[in-house]
């Protein structure tokens, strides 16, 4: 019945053996893997993500004379910085500070400010005409919430009146 010799049989069932072997191993690095790759990503449903990443309530100090909006370093490090690249970046940090553009979208008007290290507030500030283009003819006020993101199809930011500021009978 058996025409192959008992050492071939002895041979084949080794191999055998061997290939068992090598295939549970390689499920279990599968499985491994997969319970690695398992860890590392979220199953939580996210329904919506707020684009407006740099927001600010405006002060006084926001809408007088001096035409600067007082921006967080913490908030400008984080959102603004990274976005205009190496170069805008650094100049930002200089006296002459980095140009940005800026896309006012319920105006549908682009502009172009001045970011800049403000070291005495320990801040930045975005100069430039910020009081004629957004205070004056915006009729901004004090408490208006105002926000800023990052369009990377058109490297500027996008700007809008998120709320306006309720006002006192």
């Known amino acids: ?55 600010k309530t405006l002060t006084g100090s926001d809408l007088g004379t001096l035409s600067r909006l007082l921006l967080t370093i913490d908030l400008v490090r984080k959102q603004m910085l990274p976005m205009l690249g190496v170069d805008h970046a650094r100049n930002a940090e200089t006296r002459e500070g980095a140009s940005v553009r800026v896309w006012d ?41 105002i926000g800023f993101h990052w369009d990377p199809y058109n490297h500027a930011f996008n700007f809008s009146v998120l709320q306006r500021a309720m006002l006192k009978n």
Not at 33 to 40: A, I, R
Request: aromatic share 6%; charged share 40%.
């Open 1 to 55: 019945m058996n025409n192959i010799p008992s050492d071939e049989r002895e041979q084949c069932k080794k191999k055998r053996k061997a290939s068992m072997c090598e295939t549970s191993n390689l499920r279990k690095s599968r499985r491994k893997d997969n319970k690695n790759e398992n860890e590392e990503v979220s199953t939580t449903l996210k329904l919506y993500d707020d684009p407006w990443k740099i927001k």
């Open 105 to 145: 979208m319920d105006a549908k008007s682009m502009h172009q400010l001045v970011l800049k290290r403000w070291p005495s507030a320990k801040s930045y500030v975005l100069l430039g005409n910020w009081n004629q283009d957004f205070v004056r003819r915006r009729d901004l006020k004090k408490g208006d919430e």
